[in-house]
């Protein structure tokens, strides 16, 4: 899989916006996300943390609803790019991957920090063996 170099700016570009909205007063680590749509729309996210701790909103997720939420039909992103503003590229968190493989479970994910190395995988890579809505399907009780 390949994603054109401007998409994948404008995916930097966005991440790295949303970046600056985080709301991280607990961890201060900001983390910006941003999805591509088949139709090649952006959506961004960033953290959204809670003094609860538990109910913190991850930055990954967070665009993925953006996604949904602005109506893009299919709901799927074909890249997701997250921005951390470190050294070296942060993976996305594990529920995070799961709720991504949702919606594309052969999703691109660029992993973009502000040294020099990005890394690109897929959430096929990410989650392997993942449980997905055909497995739930197929455990329903008649
Ligand atoms: N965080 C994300 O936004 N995405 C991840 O995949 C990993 C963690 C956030 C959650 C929390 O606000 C902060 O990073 C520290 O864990």
Do not use: W
Not at 44 to 73: D, F, K, W
């Amino acid at each position: 899989m390949f994603i054109q170099p401007d998409d994948r700016r404008r995916l930097l570009e966005a991440a790295k916006l949303a970046a600056t909205r985080a709301y991280c007063p607990y961890s201060r680590f900001p983390v910006g996300a941003a999805a591509l749509s088949g139709s090649g729309n952006v959506h961004a996210g960033c953290n959204v943390e809670n003094a609860s701790s538990g109910l913190t909103i991850c930055a990954e997720r967070n665009a993925m609803a953006q996604l949904v939420a602005s109506g893009e039909s299919p709901p799927r992103p074909v890249a997701v790019l997250v921005y951390t503003p470190t050294p070296t590229p942060t993976a996305p968190c594990g529920a995070c991957r799961q709720v991504l493989h949702e919606f594309n479970p052969d999703c691109l994910v660029v992993l973009a920090c502000d040294g020099p190395d990005a890394i690109e995988t897929t959430l096929d890579r990410l989650l392997p063996a993942a449980f997905g809505p055909a497995d739930r399907d197929r455990g329903r009780l008649a």
